[in-house]
């Protein structure tokens, strides 16, 4: 993990809210960069800000780390991440996609120190089951099908 992300995140709670936006079958993934050895994929979402709702989290989110456009669709669930130094609580929403198309945006919480997003793009279930599990978010590991993951809700430890 890059020394700039424990910095930033470690040794504290951080509460996140994160979007599950399908078009066309595919899911739109971020490619993360920094935060374990190899690269990272997951649904965008980011760090809930004093005074910001979980659902405008998810509208900035979408927009900083895709250029997509967004509306929110119903609540789903909640996963929590455990892992010395890191420890977040994720409430995922799912997301409908109103305009724009997908580009590598950024993390302003990052800026000045290196891009922590390399690449945002919208794929296919079986690509991201193909992924190796510690190459992508653990809430994957607990559905077969796509399906499955726009049912969950309950809260998931991951």
Same mark, same amino acid.
């Given at each position: ?15 996140? #809210? ?10 739109m993934?971020?490619n ?44 789903? %669930?909640?996963?929590?991440?455990? /892992? ?8 995922? %929403? ?23 997003? /390399? ?15 510690? /190459?992508?978010?653990?809430? %994957? ?5 796509p ?5 969950? /809700? #309950?809260?998931?430890?991951?």
């Open positions: 993990m890059e020394p700039a992300i424990t910095t930033l995140y470690g040794k504290r709670v951080r509460v996140r #809210a994160c979007g599950l936006c399908w078009k066309d079958h595919k899911l993934m971020v993360h960069v920094g935060l374990r050895r190899e690269n990272f994929w997951a649904p965008p979402g980011g760090g809930v800000e004093f005074g910001q709702s979980a659902e405008e989290t998810v509208i900035r989110e979408f927009e900083e780390e895709t250029g997509m456009q967004v509306a929110i669709g119903r609540f789903l %669930f909640v996963c929590e991440f455990i /892992n010395d130094p890191l420890h977040a609580i994720e409430l995922f %929403f799912e997301v409908l996609h109103i305009s724009g198309d997908a580009v590598v945006g950024m993390d302003p919480e990052t800026a000045g120190s290196s891009p922590t997003i /390399n690449d945002a793009r919208w794929m296919s279930w079986p690509a991201i089951k193909m992924l190796p599990a510690e /190459n992508v978010h653990g809430i %994957f590991s607990h559905c077969k099908t399906n499955e993951l726009m049912h969950l /809700n #309950a809260y998931y430890r991951i």
